[in-house]
């Protein structure tokens, strides 16, 4: 087992990745989770890439965790009857949902819920936020705009809507048909795009039915208002800044990334921060300092995994992407301040067993020279609860469920065994140490910090700690 590393790496796939043993490679050079991205690719691309994922882990006997990524709606403009128009600072610009081509004067903009929910005084930002425009004036079919920042515009390019909540479904037909799909397939985890409220976890929700869990993505800034609602109804987070990058100010960013993983941590729910990470290593072999920076100051901030898109999925240097995202996080985590900061940041326990017994592990592992935490868990959240208070030494969770094992590998610290159901504290304890052993996370000697509850079966049902030495 390949527990030197507390963050986690979660590596998209995509054309760049052409055979098994990619995935195999990309394993071996610190991925732990994958994402198929439904944004592009066919059924049968995400098919053969999930089948390998899941022969990689049989090679390689440990948990991989599987993500869906659903695309969400894409809102663009029309056509323009020359393909393409230069808009100027100052002109007007109509956007109506009359679909003949248009010209430098208006243009079809064929969403009727956004031209209901504008009103003057309003921005949208087209191509990405290279344009932007204000709204002048509203009609039941139009809008009136008037270009605050020029250039040129072409045919079917975006539009993102910061200021106003759109009545529309963060599921589209297509998320739909896909997400039956991924669901079918057999994913552990399905990323929500376009969460504007807390509605929309649970229309989500329904839909999934328990199959796999839920990571809400905040990319909009209704999202970032209703943090802590979406946060508590979903599964995990992920900060995606791509979208939000546009749709909020550039300068904001951090501190709303900042602002995320605290709520996480608070809520004991992981967080992936995602999006250009190490954009330029899609076509060098080198990050930019800039780069590395951004990877560590999100590994120091407390996010459970950071996420690779382009870099992975279509770049030149998907293996040597992975590599350099694994050594940021060790020298990192290698710190001498890097366990202190987040000691500081500790989110404060609930009055549960659960949370005493985590708490009384990381202060143990402060004391005494303990070599691993062993946790036995069905449900997985006992092992979450461990994570949430971020101890010096790595969790090694023992579960009966191949489902809760790759779902975990999302999970700061986490690592995990899958093992045969148990139904005594002494199995429990002589199970944890030799597994201990076998993987290679302690030695003859060592001590570990053994975690379990009875009745077993039960979630939230850890009520037992054991200090043992490894003889």
């Known amino acids: 087992m390949n527990a030197d590393k507390k963050v986690k790496i979660l590596a998209t796939l995509g054309p760049a990745i052409k055979t098994i043993d990619d995935i195999r490679q990309l394993v071996e050079n610190g991925a732990n989770l994958f994402r198929l991205n439904f944004s592009h690719g066919e059924h049968a691309d995400h098919a053969e890439r999930y089948n390998w994922v899941r022969e990689v882990e049989k090679q390689l006997n440990t948990p991989i965790g599987i993500l869906m990524d659903l695309q969400g709606p894409k809102l663009r403009v029309g056509k323009f009857a020359e393909g393409k128009v230069m808009l100027e600072r100052g002109q007007s610009l109509r956007l109506d949902l009359d679909k003949t081509p248009g010209n430098s004067e208006r243009v079809n903009l064929p969403h009727p819920e956004i031209i209901e929910a504008l009103q003057p005084g309003m921005s949208l930002l087209l191509d990405d936020g290279r344009l932007r425009l204000q709204v002048t004036a509203k009609h039941s079919d139009a809008v009136d705009t008037q270009v605050i920042a020029g250039g040129e515009l072409s045919d079917r390019k975006g539009v993102n809507v910061p200021e106003a909540v759109l009545q529309l479904s963060p599921l589209t037909e297509k998320d739909r048909r896909d997400l039956t799909f991924g669901l079918e397939l057999g994913v552990d985890w399905v990323a929500l795009s376009f969460v504007q409220r807390p509605e929309d976890i649970i229309e989500a929700r329904e839909l999934i039915q328990g199959k796999a869990l839920l990571m809400a993505k905040i990319e909009k800034p209704s999202a970032v208002v209703h943090l802590e ?123 549960t067993s659960s949370d005493a017994i985590s708490c009384a592990i990381r202060r143990i592992s402060t004391i005494l020279p303990v070599a691993a935490l062993v946790n036995y868990t069905e449900s997985g959240s006992s092992s979450l609860r461990a994570s949430r208070e971020r101890p010096a030494v790595p969790i090694l969770s023992l579960t009966p469920s191949l489902n809760t094992a790759r779902r975990l590998s999302v999970a700061w610290g986490v690592y995990s065994v899958v093992n045969a159901r148990l139904s005594k ?46 003889h």
């Open 229 to 351: 609602e979406i946060t508590k109804l979903c599964d995990a987070i992920m900060v995606a800044r791509g979208d939000l990058g546009v749709e909020v100010p550039a300068e904001n960013v951090p501190r709303i990334q900042k602002d995320i993983i605290r709520t996480c941590r608070q809520l004991g729910k992981p967080v992936v921060v995602a999006t250009q990470m190490l954009e330029s290593m899609r076509f060098s072999p080198a990050p930019t300092r800039a780069e590395v920076t951004d990877v560590a100051n999100a590994v120091a901030e407390g996010a459970d995994a950071v996420m690779l898109s382009a870099e992975t999925a279509s770049g030149d240097y998907p293996q040597e992407a992975v590599q350099m995202m694994s050594k940021i996080i060790r020298q990192v985590e290698s710190g001498p301040d890097f366990q202190a900061q987040l000691d500081v940041s500790r989110p404060v326990a609930e009055a």
């Open 425 to 470: 504290v002494e199995d429990v304890t002589r199970t944890a140490l030799e597994t201990a052993r076998s993987t290679g996370l302690a030695k003859t000697g060592d001590t570990v910090v053994i975690t379990a509850g009875e009745p077993f079966g039960q979630p939230g049902s850890t009520n037992s700690l054991r200090i043992e030495i490894l």
